[in-house]
């Protein structure tokens, strides 16, 4: 009973961070065209930083955990499957380490990347969270 519960955990932070994941680079793509100390900017910054440090890590961190426990109870760590679907976890989690950098750059007005850039940027999370579920759902090896 106590993996269902956590099961609905893992499912809930997923969700959660996978918005993040997908607003914070369009948030991105804004704050890029805002002039540099504009009430405009200086606004996104602050929605940039509450995301990602009060939504976006924690979301992870349990998605992680919970996503830990279930790969271990429920099937102990094995099946071609659930080593690519962990691979594209480690990918995604990677991606979220970058966003994070990005975000100190908007913080410290060191703008290096277009809007199109960020553009891009928002398909990654996308890409993965589809491998993902593919491996989760059809567990084609």
Known sequence: MIDLWIKALHVVAVISWMAG???LPRLFVYHA??????ETSERFKVME????RFIMRPAMTV???????LSWSSFGF????????????V????????QGGWLREFAEDQRQRSH???????EVPTLLMIGIVIFVIVKPF
Do not use: M
């Open 91 to 98: 990918l995604l989690t990677v991606h979220h380490v970058f």
């Open 33 to 38: 065209s805002e002039p540099v100390g504009s």
């Open 63 to 69: 998605s992680w955990i919970a996503g830990l426990w």
């Open 21 to 23: 994941l997908l607003y």
């Open 49 to 52: 930083r509450k995301l990602f």
């Open 116 to 122: 199109r850039f960020y553009r891009f940027q928002n």
């Open 78 to 89: 094995k099946g071609g499957w659930l080593h690519a679907k962990l691979a594209l976890v």
